[in-house]
């Protein structure tokens, strides 16, 4: 069983920065995507940012230039940076840890952008 433990959420204006964290617990092997994805009101889940464990990356246009992904070496927490911050980008955020067969998500942390 694999839990996911997200941090870092909560409220910021507009033009500032913050850092999500989720950390993986249990029977943590044959990951092989990290990311992050987020849900705004009345809107479908959406890509934010993944990484995988060929270094390769993959960033939403939304985001791109103001985000960075990054883990851990263990592989077992995935970090998020948003900078630049817009109302837009006010949302839950979730993480989530892919094998080939399964994949886990977090239960969610808000992030609000607002002045």
């Known amino acids: 069983q694999v839990q996911l433990a997200e941090s870092g959420g909560g409220s910021v204006q507009p033009g500032g920065s913050l850092r999500l964290s989720c950390t993986a617990s249990?029977?943590?092997?044959?990951?092989?995507?990290l990311g992050w994805y987020r849900q705004a009101p009345g809107k479908e889940r959406e890509l934010v940012a993944v990484?995988?464990?060929?270094?390769?990356?993959k960033i939403a246009e939304a985001v791109d230039g103001r985000c960075t992904i990054s883990r851990d070496g263990a592989g077992t927490t995935v970090y998020l940076r948003l900078n630049s911050l817009k109302p837009e980008d006010t949302a839950v955020y979730y993480c989530?840890?892919?094998?080939?067969?399964?994949?886990?998500w977090g239960q969610g942390t808000q992030v609000t952008v607002s002045s």
């Open positions: 989530t840890f892919k094998t080939q067969s399964e994949e886990y």
């Open positions: 249990g029977s943590i092997f044959g990951f092989y995507a």
């Open positions: 990484t995988f464990t060929g270094g390769q990356r």
